[in-house]
């Protein structure tokens, strides 16, 4: 059974810095690349940043491009999305999400399998 965990949301400032950690099992390594989302209120789900396993390969939107970096802990089965100089426009549900599709896949229908979320918040 595939479970991903995601951890490290809470309240912070503009300017401030956080860390999400996204803690998967069931998943068959290093063949799933992985990716974060967000939802904020009233919007669509919209791709945040996405990795190999190897992390060899990472790509970002455009918005997050020079202030948020993934990485993966192969030994403890993580990956962790890296949030500096936040945005009150940051704030949203950040979800961590797994396929087995090859490429820079940013579409939500391209991954199999999701978080829960974790919520973040960015005041002013």
Do not use: H
Request: glycine share 10%.
């Amino acid at each position: 059974q595939v479970q991903l965990v995601e951890s490290g949301g809470g309240l912070v400032q503009a300017g401030d810095s956080l860390r999400l950690s996204c803690a998967a099992s069931g998943l068959s390594f290093p063949t799933y690349a992985m990716a974060w989302f967000r939802q904020a209120p009233g919007k669509a789900r919209e791709f945040v940043a996405s990795i190999t396993w190897s992390g060899g390969s990472t790509y970002y939107t455009d918005s997050v491009t020079g202030r948020f970096t993934t990485s993966t802990d192969n030994a403890k089965n993580t990956v962790y999305l890296q949030m500096n100089s936040l945005k009150p426009e940051d704030t949203a549900v950040y979800y961590c999400a797994a396929t087995r599709r090859a490429g820079a896949r940013i579409r939500v229908i391209d991954y199999d399998y999701w978080g829960q979320g974790t919520q973040v918040t960015v005041s002013s």
